[in-house]
Every structure is written in C-alpha cells, then in structure tokens.
C-alpha cells in the first residue's frame, strides 16, 4: 500500500523540526573545524597577536618566537589538579587585561613527563611561575602562586617597560 500525500507531507512536517537541528548542528559543526583549521595553520606568535589573552601549551611553544614581542609568563606544575596550578591560573584570569596591556604570554606545563622544550630550559621542580622578558631572560621565579598586581609591578619596574611606556606618553602627547 502505498503512503497518501497528506500521509507523507504528515512525516514531513513532524520531520522537518528534528531536521533543522540536525543540519543547524552539522553546519555549526563544520564551521568550527573549519575555524579549528584556521587556528591550526596560524603559528603560535600568530595565534597569541589574534587573541592575546590564550594560554598556550608549553609542547606547541617555541619561547624564541617571542623574543620581542612578548613576556612569557610560564606556569609549571607537576599535574593540572595541582592546588597551586589551579591558583595560578585563576589569578591569571582574573586581570587579562593587565596582561594584555604589557604584552604577556601565558604558557602552562603539567606534564613533566612529556619534557617540553620550555622545561628543559627552565628546569622547574613541581609548581613553578617563571616571567621571562622580552629579551627572553628569566626574570623572576617563584614556587608559589602570584597576584597579578605583584606580576605587573615586577613587569613595570624593568627598564624595558619603563622605556615602554615612555615611549606611549610621548605618542599621547
């Protein structure tokens, strides 16, 4: 027996509402793999000038990128569920924009097993905060987590960020 039109126009438009989704999700989905696809092609120093407020993996990250362009503040913990890791980051992310403003890099490692080249370079024993400056020297390191108004103040007390920010004044003027 074959199904009436206004059988099949029924199935049609109980159909339809479960359809849009699905091609709405299938859309959304390709969408974001394509945007994935973008971000993968983007070198790391690429991705950091596009959103500067990311934190980065320590595996993708080659610190000698950066020298120049930013400060790289390194977090290292011997696990993500580190108490003092978790810390760090949520005092991170409370003040991007302070951040942002004096060119920060935020880099975390929580797998000592995988040894990153950033690990082997600054050879962290557990929870570690290191800022780098932009002439990629160590500039500070410390085994517990800190404020950012404490990151900034050290950040604005080298000449470089002096010389920063002299320079931006005499721009406003």
Same mark, same amino acid.
């Given at each position: 027996?074959?199904?009436?039109?206004?059988?099949?126009?029924?199935?049609?438009?109980?159909?339809?509402?479960?359809?849009?989704?699905?091609?709405?999700?299938?859309?959304?989905?390709?969408?974001?793999?394509?945007?994935?696809?973008?971000?993968?092609?983007?070198?790391?120093?690429?991705?950091?000038?596009?959103?500067?407020?990311?934190?980065?993996?320590?595996?993708?990250?080659?610190?000698?990128?950066? &020298?120049?362009?930013?400060?790289? &503040?390194?977090?290292?913990?011997?696990?993500?569920?580190?108490?003092?890791?978790?810390?760090?980051?949520?005092?991170?992310?409370?003040?991007?924009?302070?951040?942002?403003?004096?060119?920060?890099? &935020?880099?975390?490692?929580?797998?000592?097993?995988?040894?990153?080249?950033?690990?082997?370079?600054?050879?962290?024993?557990?929870?570690?905060?290191?800022?780098?400056?932009?002439?990629?020297?160590?500039?500070?390191?410390?085994?517990?987590?800190?404020?950012?108004?404490?990151?900034?103040?050290?950040?604005?007390?080298?000449?470089?960020?002096?010389?920063?920010?002299?320079?931006?004044?005499?721009?406003?003027?």
């Amino acid at each position: 027996m074959r199904p009436s039109l206004p059988a099949i126009l029924g199935l049609a438009l109980l159909a339809a509402p479960v359809a849009a989704p699905l091609r709405a999700q299938q859309t959304a989905s390709s969408d974001l793999q394509a945007s994935d696809a973008v971000a993968e092609e983007m070198s790391p120093l690429d991705r950091w000038l596009a959103a500067p407020d990311t934190v980065f993996d320590a595996a993708e990250i080659d610190l000698d990128d950066f &020298i120049w362009r930013a400060r790289p &503040i390194v977090v290292f913990a011997d696990s993500p569920f580190d108490p003092s890791f978790q810390r760090q980051m949520e005092l991170l992310a409370d003040r991007p924009e302070d951040l942002v403003e004096r060119d920060v890099l &935020i880099v975390a490692d929580t797998d000592p097993a995988a040894m990153s080249g950033v690990r082997q370079r600054l050879r962290p024993r557990g929870f570690m905060l290191a800022l780098l400056g932009k002439d990629g020297e160590v500039d500070l390191r410390k085994p517990l987590p800190w404020d950012v108004r404490e990151i900034t103040r050290s950040i604005d007390k080298t000449p470089l960020r002096q010389q920063e920010v002299e320079e931006r004044r005499r721009q406003g003027d």
